[in-house]
């Protein structure tokens, strides 16, 4: 493989994969809120 | 009886006579250990790693060391540490259990930042490529970008292992990546300023609604480190260090070992790191047209880095109608909590009532969590095409 098309797909691959993971960890984080929200002690532990 | 002395004396004379004659590189890396000194004491710049990097180049230097021979100080440290990575890892361990992660799971959508802020990465591959370095020099020259050094010693030293990349490459790497680091309150406020205009600059961001409860800041870490590994295994002892040190400070059930992380362990493993770095400075390796390079190309990283999350800040200004302030997208960078709080600091320049820092601070750790993806992805693509 030459070295542009190593780059080329480092460039593509690698930021579009960094891109797709961090967006998937977004949906992950919703998730997570939702599935275990704040309950109102703790609400009350940090008012 | 006088012959005796003589050559005694003429013994203790030989670092000097090696000085005249062929001391020259070691001279200048002298006067570079001096002006890390400097920039360590005086200006205060990364001072915990600058100088026992400043003075491992400064031992490595001085004529006849033997610091880095086979036995020396030095190159049990870097042997002991660096060869096998353990110290870059022990320190994340530390970073991962200084991060606070609630504002980013307070609006988890700016984790995105943590995306754009790695484009210098790739871009500087590319750069790397063109300007004749081998794939494992551009891709170590490229982690620059992640604005994390334990990121570019890790990935670095991975190559000079394999002997990919000459193992001076890897000091000056490391040099690069944290000089660059402490500078991006020099770097960042012009671009930000170039790329926005005042009214974009003026946008006032509401504050993040809804708190986050314990469970979920506990799951976090254990998720994103199961996520990694099935993504981009090659990645996971970054990412895994990182999440098991915000691990332990989350849990609440190990204070000890928390505080031993962000404190002794963190320490210890930072003097020991810096100077065995520094000990890779030896005139004669490091003082290269490649290191030059290496300085030039760093600097492209971190601030196409910069470029790339101003950017998004500005698709995603226009995509808000106006809500969204572009500034923020300077913090999706590895420099935490720096680079937030210099998003929070332009912001108010130009519009008093503007509090960006919560904002701010969920891009930079989305920055962190990016940085070490993107160099998980690229080592897991490294594998897949055969490279390493």
């Given at each position: 493989m030459n070295n542009l098309t190593f780059g080329i797909t480092m460039l593509v691959v690698g930021m579009g994969g960094t891109l797709a993971t961090l967006f998937l960890l977004t949906l992950v984080i919703r998730a997570l809120v939702t599935l275990f929200p704040v309950r109102p002690n703790e609400k009350e532990d940090k008012g | 009886m006088s012959g005796a002395i003589l050559s005694a004396l003429g013994a203790l004379l030989e670092g000097v006579r090696f000085l005249f004659a062929h001391g020259g590189p070691n001279v200048i890396m002298i006067a570079v250990a001096c002006a890390m000194f400097w920039l360590a004491i005086a200006k205060r710049v990364e001072p915990l790693l600058l100088l026992p990097i400043a003075f491992g180049c400064l031992l490595v230097n001085l004529p006849l060391s033997e610091v880095m021979a086979p036995g020396g100080v030095l190159k049990t440290l870097y042997d002991f540490g660096i060869g096998n990575e353990l110290f870059p890892l022990l320190i994340f361990v530390g970073i991962g259990s200084m991060t606070d992660f609630t504002p980013l799971l307070a609006n988890p959508r700016l984790l995105l930042f943590g995306a754009a802020g790695q484009l210098g990465i790739f871009i500087t591959l590319l750069l790397a490529l063109g300007l004749g370095f081998s794939k494992e020099e551009a891709v170590s020259v490229a982690a620059i970008g992640a604005c994390d050094g334990p990121t570019v010693i890790f990935v670095s030293n991975m190559f000079a292992g394999m002997n990919k990349i000459p193992t001076a490459m890897v000091g000056a790497l490391a040099v690069a990546a944290y000089s660059y680091m402490a500078l991006v309150p020099v770097i960042q406020p012009p671009i930000m300023r170039l790329l926005t205009t005042r009214k974009e600059r003026e946008v006032q961001m509401p504050s993040p609604k809804g708190k986050v409860s314990k469970a979920a800041l506990i799951a976090f870490p254990v998720i994103v480190t199961a996520i990694t590994g099935i993504i981009a295994p090659q990645g996971l002892p970054l990412m895994g260090m990182i999440m098991l040190g915000n691990f332990m400070k989350v849990s609440g059930v190990v204070p000890r070992l928390a505080n031993a992380a962000e404190n002794e362990i963190a320490n210890i493993a930072t003097l020991f790191l810096g100077l065995a770095i520094g000990g890779t400075m030896a005139g004669n390796q490091f003082l290269t047209r490649e290191t030059l390079m290496v300085f030039g190309l760093g600097l492209a990283a971190i601030t196409i880095d910069t470029v790339g999350g101003i950017l998004l800040g500005k698709l995603w200004y226009l995509l808000s109608g106006g809500k969204v302030?572009?500034?923020?997208?300077?913090?999706?960078?590895?420099a935490y909590p720096m680079a937030a709080r210099l998003v929070q600091n332009e912001g108010q320049r130009w519009n008093?009532?503007?509090?960006?820092l919560m904002h701010a601070m969920a891009a930079n750790t989305g920055g962190q969590i990016g940085s070490v993806m993107a160099a998980a992805i690229m080592l897991s693509l490294l594998k897949g095409l055969g490279v390493i």
């Open positions: - | 302030n572009p500034l923020v997208g300077a913090a999706g960078i590895s008093k009532r503007n509090y960006l």
